[in-house]
């Protein structure tokens, strides 16, 4: 049985992971510095914790922006590139078992791959711009505040309705499909006397919401609704998956959040060598 290692080259963190067949056997990740040192890094950090030496790692699986600027053999092994699109696609059926879904994949920005056939098709179908990079950027410039977990653990201390207008605000009840609750305009509703912690649940929601919507018009179109499987960095920040995941209730869609999300990219580029060297 064969044995691949996927590295996923990010722009602040690179991710691996060791894959036998379907089975995750380690995982790890480090802040991304030159990508050679850190894929170099990550390789002998994970034979180390599996106790085995880099001749029973059978082919290193490489995806990412960052993947371009690596050479065609690390240390002796053979390198494969993947595009990150096939790989995140890959990496969202391979974790929830599926055989077709809208895997949107939450990194600095979002991007929506519909999965057909148990990998066989794979077709990015669009995105947006909104995304980690947006939490970042809104949370640098309105809070002055540049680390994720801080912004989360003040997200959850706020709340969101106090800096959204809702529709219930501007028309007094529901309209069309709209609940009351329901978000009008984001950050519509901010005063001078907004609390940093409001503001942090309404940036929060602002991405939650942007994200959720987007991808449930894009699912419904490709009769993906009960199929949507979340991947990525984002997909493991509690505060924006619950904004995500009310609003997919309120349309009736249903949201899937593997195990190790933030390893979907890793996982999918392994899986895709290991199909093809087996």
């Given at each position: 049985?064969?044995?691949?290692?996927?590295?996923?080259?990010?722009?602040?963190?690179?991710?691996?992971?060791?894959?036998?067949?379907k089975?995750i056997?380690?995982?790890?990740?480090?802040?991304?510095?030159d990508?050679l040192?850190?894929?170099?890094?990550?390789?002998?950090?994970l034979?180390?914790?599996?106790?085995?030496?880099?001749?029973?790692?059978?082919?290193?699986?490489?995806?990412?922006?960052?993947?371009?600027?690596?050479p065609?053999n690390?240390?002796?092994?053979?390198?494969?590139?993947?595009?990150?699109?096939?790989?995140?696609?890959?990496?969202?059926?391979?974790l929830t078992?599926?055989?077709?879904a809208?895997?949107?994949?939450?990194?600095?920005?979002?991007?929506?791959i519909?999965?057909?056939?148990?990998?066989?098709?794979?077709?990015?179908?669009?995105g947006?711009?909104?995304?980690?990079?947006?939490?970042?950027?809104l949370?640098?410039?309105?809070?002055?505040?540049?680390?994720?977990?801080?912004?989360?653990?003040?997200?959850?201390?706020?709340?969101?309705?106090k800096?959204?207008?809702?529709?219930?605000?501007?028309?007094?009840?529901?309209i069309?499909?709209?609940?009351?609750?329901?978000?009008?305009?984001?950050?519509?509703?901010?005063?001078?006397?907004?609390?940093?912690?409001?503001?942090?649940?309404?940036?929060v929601?602002?991405?939650?919401e942007?994200?959720?919507?987007?991808?449930?018009?894009?699912?419904?179109?490709?009769?993906?609704?009960d199929?949507?499987?979340?991947?990525?960095?984002?997909?493991?920040?509690?505060?924006?998956l619950k904004?995500?995941?009310?609003?997919?209730?309120s349309?009736?869609?249903?949201?899937?959040i593997?195990?190790?999300?933030?390893?979907?990219?890793?996982?999918?580029?392994?899986?895709?060598?290991?199909?093809e060297?087996?």
């Open positions: 049985m064969k044995t691949a290692v996927g590295i996923d080259v990010g722009g602040s963190t690179t991710k691996a992971v060791v894959l036998r067949d089975k056997l380690k995982v790890s990740e480090m802040p991304s510095s990508p040192a850190t894929s170099i890094g990550l390789l002998g950090k034979v180390m914790m599996m106790g085995c030496s880099l001749n029973d790692i059978d082919v290193i699986a490489m995806a990412g922006g960052r993947s371009r600027q690596l065609e690390i240390l002796g092994l053979r390198v494969v590139k993947v595009d990150e699109i096939t790989a995140a696609g890959t990496g969202g059926i391979v078992g599926l055989d077709e809208l895997v949107v994949s939450m990194g600095t920005g979002t991007a929506l519909e999965v057909r056939e148990n990998g066989r098709k794979i077709r990015h179908v669009g947006t711009g909104v995304g980690g990079g947006t939490l970042l950027g949370s640098k410039k309105i809070l002055g505040i540049s680390n994720i977990n801080l912004l989360m653990e003040m997200a959850e201390k706020g709340d969101s309705r800096v959204d207008l809702t529709v219930g605000d501007i028309v007094g009840g529901g069309g499909i709209l609940s009351p609750d329901m978000t009008a305009s984001n950050l519509g509703k901010v005063g001078d006397t907004s609390s940093q912690e409001d503001l942090a649940a309404g940036i929601n602002l991405v939650g942007v994200v959720s919507s987007v991808s449930y018009l894009a699912a419904s179109k490709l009769g993906l609704e199929k949507i499987v979340l991947v990525g960095r984002v997909a493991t920040l509690h505060p924006v904004s995500i995941q009310r609003v997919f209730l349309f009736g869609a249903k949201v899937i593997p195990e190790l999300p933030e390893y979907a990219v890793a996982v999918g580029a392994a899986y895709r060598v290991l199909t060297i087996t």
